[in-house]
């Protein structure tokens, strides 16, 4: 029998297919407008023709005109037809050319763009169900990953999320152990050994080019004396009384989260806390298909659910387990008491006591 298709609905499919097009294919562009500056060259400038912002940039008049349209026909840019001229809003600009914004996003472009640098090895892993290590993946992934968390990192991490936690930042003030497992470059880290310099930080990751790059940043920053960096997973990371253990965004990363929560376990002091960062998702699928849902979905499709098969018992719980399967997951390391602490848009934050 001849399949009835309903006209209305095609055509707003369709209409949703454009514009994830338009999307896609304006990615790219957003990198650009990030490393030729052109974004920042915007931002409180007023209105600004094509040949203008090219001065102001040093690029090609014609390039910047398209592009400039392209970024005014996705709302990103506004555009008077009268002056031919283009503004960047305040608010797109807190998004696109403030790097210390809370809600700074274009380091998101970066993971994306290493993505498309990997799509043989990933369709791959979708072939042989073996996974996919973090380590295999593009350079960009690395960076672009830490690019888009740091403005969180730094927005709640010690203003909200360490605030949330029971006697944890009494206890940093004075002056605690603290261990940040899976830190990769180790913007976390940083952030805490900034606030609290009475305290000692120990950055692990099992990704050697992270940890090189996280003593950079480190030293950098100022706080290379106050924090260690070591090559080490999170189920074999040294070091016993730990104050104060932290994963940011990686527990489902791994193959036996469980396994490392027993880890953690018996490395805290009998008094310790362990403050487990993950991607905000409700316990029902239909609760996350969302924006914020499909970016998470998407992202775990692609590089946590393959990272997390690559290795021993590959659980994978994916970046949208949600808060009743990851407690599950630390209470068989152990711990008795898990409460979620407190939240963002974003992320959840999750307090596990012995």
């Keep these: 029998m001849a399949t009835v298709i309903d006209e209305a609905k095609l055509e707003a499919f369709m209409g949703r297919v454009v514009g994830d097009m338009g999307a896609m294919i304006s990615a790219p562009l957003m990198v650009i407008g990030e490393r030729l500056g052109l974004y920042r060259a915007m931002a409180g400038a007023g209105p600004l023709s094509s040949a203008e912002l090219a001065e102001r940039t040093g690029v090609a008049e014609r390039s910047v005109r398209e592009w400039l349209r392209n970024?005014?026909?996705?709302?990103?840019?506004?555009?008077?037809?009268?002056?031919?001229?283009?503004?960047l809003p305040a608010e797109q600009a807190?998004?696109?050319?403030?790097?210390?914004?809370?809600?700074y996003i274009l380091g998101a472009f970066d993971l994306i763009?290493?993505?498309?640098?990997?799509?043989?090895?990933?369709?791959?892993?979708?072939?042989?169900?073996?996974?996919?290590?973090?380590?295999?993946?593009?350079?960009?992934?690395?960076?672009g990953t830490e690019r888009f968390f740091r403005p969180?990192?730094?927005?709640?991490?010690?203003?909200?999320?360490?605030?949330?936690?029971?006697?944890?930042?009494?206890?940093?003030?004075?002056?605690?152990?603290?261990?940040?497992?899976?830190?990769?470059?180790?913007?976390?880290t940083i952030i805490m050994a900034q606030e609290f310099p009475n305290s000692e930080f120990h950055g692990f990751d099992y990704h050697g080019a992270s940890i090189e790059q996280a003593r950079r940043r480190a030293d950098e920053a100022?706080?290379?004396?106050?924090?260690?960096?070591?090559?080490?997973?999170?189920?074999?990371?040294?070091?016993?009384?730990?104050?104060?253990v932290c994963v940011f965004?990686?527990?489902?990363?791994?193959?036996?989260?469980?396994?490392?929560?027993?880890?953690?376990?018996?490395?805290?002091?009998?008094?310790?806390?362990?403050m487990i960062v993950e991607p905000n998702?409700?316990?029902?699928?239909?609760?996350?298909?969302?924006?914020?849902?499909?970016?998470?979905?998407?992202?775990?499709?692609?590089?946590c659910t393959p990272a997390s098969l690559s290795q021993e018992v590959g659980l994978a719980l994916g970046a949208q387990a949600g808060e009743k399967r990851l407690t599950e997951v630390v209470r068989q390391g152990g711990f008795h008491r898990v409460r979620r602490a407190t939240e963002t848009p974003f992320n959840m934050v999750l307090e596990a006591r012995p």
């Design 71 to 87: 970024q005014a026909a996705g709302g990103y840019v506004s555009y008077d037809p009268e002056s031919d001229a283009y503004e």
């Design 94 to 103: 807190l998004a696109l050319a403030d790097e210390e914004s809370p809600v």
């Design 113 to 143: 763009a290493s993505i498309y640098a990997d799509e043989d090895k990933i369709i791959e892993a979708f072939r042989s169900g073996k996974g996919m290590g973090w380590h295999e993946h593009d350079h960009r992934l690395f960076l």
């Design 152 to 188: 969180g990192y730094r927005a709640h991490l010690v203003a909200d999320w360490i605030p949330a936690l029971d006697g944890v930042q009494e206890k940093l003030e004075r002056g605690a152990k603290v261990a940040d497992v899976g830190c990769g470059h180790g913007a976390s």
């Design 222 to 244: 100022g706080v290379g004396d106050r924090i260690t960096f070591e090559v080490a997973s999170a189920k074999d990371f040294p070091g016993e009384n730990y104050d104060l």
């Design 249 to 274: 965004d990686c527990l489902h990363d791994m193959g036996d989260p469980a396994g490392a929560a027993a880890h953690v376990h018996g490395a805290l002091a009998e008094d310790g806390t362990w």
């Design 281 to 303: 998702a409700a316990d029902d699928v239909e609760q996350n298909l969302n924006p914020v849902g499909r970016v998470f979905y998407g992202a775990s499709t692609v590089v």
